[in-house]
């Protein structure tokens, strides 16, 4: 079983920057594919970013690429999402999500989630 809990959201400005962590219990962080989903207002859950159990592997929905990056740290059991460039189309509630697998995936398929964060981006 893991819980995760995500942390960083909040109001910020178009073109300002946020960085969302979500920390995990247990002691096995270290080999699940950690991701980052949303779900805009009114609209499904999306998938953003997603990385390998090592850290060395790193996947992103193309609206994010260049402007978002995920990393994590299996020392302190925390995955991170840095969001740069912040457009008001970024508004969600962001939530990580845990996968016990080898490789990425971008499907909502993941096995545990957590609570969610949200982001408000104004314009």
């Known amino acids: 079983q893991v819980q995760l809990v995500e942390s960083g959201g909040g109001l910020v400005q178009a073109g300002g920057s946020l960085r969302l962590s979500c920390a995990a219990s247990g002691r096995t962080f270290s080999s699940y594919v950690m991701g980052w989903f949303r779900q805009p207002p009114g609209k499904e859950r999306e998938f953003v970013a997603a990385v390998s159990r090592g850290g060395s592997n790193t996947y992103y929905t193309d609206s994010v690429k260049g402007r978002f990056t995920i990393s994590r740290d299996n020392a302190k059991n925390t995955v991170y999402l840095q969001m740069n460039s912040l457009k008001p189309e970024d508004t969600a509630v962001y939530y990580c999500?845990?996968?016990?697998?080898?490789?990425?995936?971008?499907?909502?398929?993941?096995?545990?989630w957590g609570q969610g964060t949200q982001v408000t981006v104004s314009s």
């Open positions: 999500a845990a996968k016990s697998a080898i490789a990425i995936i971008t499907t909502t398929a993941y096995d545990y």
